[in-house]
């Protein structure tokens, strides 16, 4: 009886170790979040009407690469999982002007939305519109705010944890002397963050990988691009998220040949 007794708490401990490991490992996420842009739109003829299969392009500026799609029977194209930066739409079909608008700006998290309408064909070959004014997103009732790269890139920051910089959108303050952030007085235990789409949260702690003394695991600010931070009314993609959901995207390449080299130094004496 006793050698049965010894098994079976063996098996127990065994199996409470499997859940255990299995709970530790298990993303706070959900699996696809939004670390890119999107831009969508209608094209259509100058009276209004659906102009099918018209090619349109989407041009990375910041890296040369182009993309090409289609609009469908109800006009409608559909340009997913862009990274942020500068990109350029032209649209063009057999018989109409191609038309072209500049100066698009993707964030992370953004839809934007670019319509355009084709002329018919005349002497001039194409038509190039020039995006001066902020594009309104209306696919979205989220509130949220981007912090830019210029932002990340050029405001000291003493911790050098490029996540303090949520404490420059509306609602959010320091949650104690945690570490934490706090969204419209929520713990800051209950935010979201991720980057690159992947979970950054300890799953343990249930805060921002990195923060706690004994886990030294962070992001350089000089690898993030930008990052938004949603205080409210988020997509449900952003699940176990009550309070501020962060989210992050890391620099990518360009055409040009760069980098960085920088030297931390903290003294007690040097510091103010």
Same mark, same amino acid.
């Not at 065994?14 to 831009?39: R, V």
């Given at each position: 009886?006793?050698?049965?007794?010894?098994?079976?708490?063996?098996?127990?401990?065994?199996?409470?170790?499997?859940?255990? @490991?299995?709970?530790?490992?298990? #993303?706070?996420?959900?699996?696809?979040?939004?670390?890119?842009?999107?831009?969508?739109?209608?094209?259509?003829?100058?009276?209004?009407?659906?102009?099918?299969?018209? *090619?349109?392009?989407?041009?990375?500026?910041?890296?040369?690469?182009? *993309?090409?799609?289609?609009?469908?029977?109800?006009?409608?194209?559909?340009?997913?999982?862009?990274?942020?930066?500068?990109?350029?739409?032209?649209?063009?079909?057999?018989?109409? /002007?191609?038309? !072209?608008?500049?100066?698009?700006?993707?964030?992370?998290?953004?839809?934007?939305?670019?319509?355009?309408?084709?002329?018919?064909?005349?002497?001039?070959?194409?038509?190039?519109?020039?995006?001066?004014?902020?594009?309104?997103?209306?696919?979205?009732?989220?509130?949220?705010?981007? !912090?830019?790269?210029? /932002?990340?890139?050029?405001?000291?920051?003493?911790?050098?944890?490029?996540?303090? @910089?949520?404490?420059?959108? #509306?609602?959010?303050?320091?949650?104690?002397?945690?570490?934490?952030?706090?969204?419209?007085?929520? *713990?800051?235990?209950?935010?979201?963050?991720?980057?690159?789409?992947?979970?950054?949260?300890?799953?343990? @702690?249930?805060?921002?990988?990195?923060?706690?003394?004994?886990?030294?695991?962070?992001?350089?600010?000089?690898?993030?691009?930008?990052? /938004?931070? *949603?205080?409210?009314?988020?997509?449900?993609?952003?699940?176990?998220?009550?309070?501020?959901?962060?989210?992050?995207?890391?620099?990518?390449?360009?055409?040009?040949?760069?980098?960085?080299?920088?030297?931390?130094?903290?003294?007690?004496?040097?510091?103010?």
């Amino acid at each position: 009886m006793r050698l049965g007794h010894l098994k079976t708490d063996r098996l127990c401990v065994f199996l409470l170790a499997l859940l255990t @490991f299995a709970f530790l490992l298990k #993303p706070q996420l959900g699996g696809a979040q939004t670390a890119t842009g999107s831009i969508v739109g209608t094209v259509n003829d100058p009276k209004g009407l659906v102009v099918s299969d018209v *090619s349109v392009t989407l041009k990375d500026i910041d890296t040369g690469t182009e *993309s090409l799609f289609s609009t469908n029977a109800a006009d409608l194209y559909v340009a997913p999982y862009l990274q942020p930066g500068h990109y350029e739409v032209t649209a063009s079909k057999s018989g109409f /002007q191609t038309v !072209v608008h500049k100066n698009i700006i993707v964030h992370v998290g953004d839809t934007l939305t670019i319509d355009m309408q084709l002329p018919l064909q005349t002497q001039a070959t194409s038509i190039t519109v020039t995006e001066e004014a902020p594009i309104l997103e209306t696919t979205s009732n989220s509130q949220s705010q981007t !912090v830019s790269e210029n /932002q990340v890139q050029g405001l000291p920051i003493a911790t050098r944890r490029w996540e303090n @910089f949520v404490l420059l959108t #509306p609602a959010v303050t320091t949650d104690g002397t945690s570490g934490l952030s706090s969204f419209r007085g929520i *713990s800051g235990l209950y935010n979201g963050n991720s980057v690159d789409g992947a979970n950054n949260s300890q799953a343990f @702690f249930s805060e921002a990988r990195g923060r706690a003394i004994i886990v030294t695991y962070v992001y350089s600010p000089d690898s993030i691009r930008e990052f /938004q931070v *949603s205080s409210s009314n988020y997509s449900a993609e952003f699940g176990q998220a009550a309070g501020g959901v962060v989210n992050a995207v890391t620099r990518s390449g360009g055409n040009e040949l760069h980098g960085d080299l920088f030297y931390n130094l903290r003294y007690p004496d040097l510091n103010a």
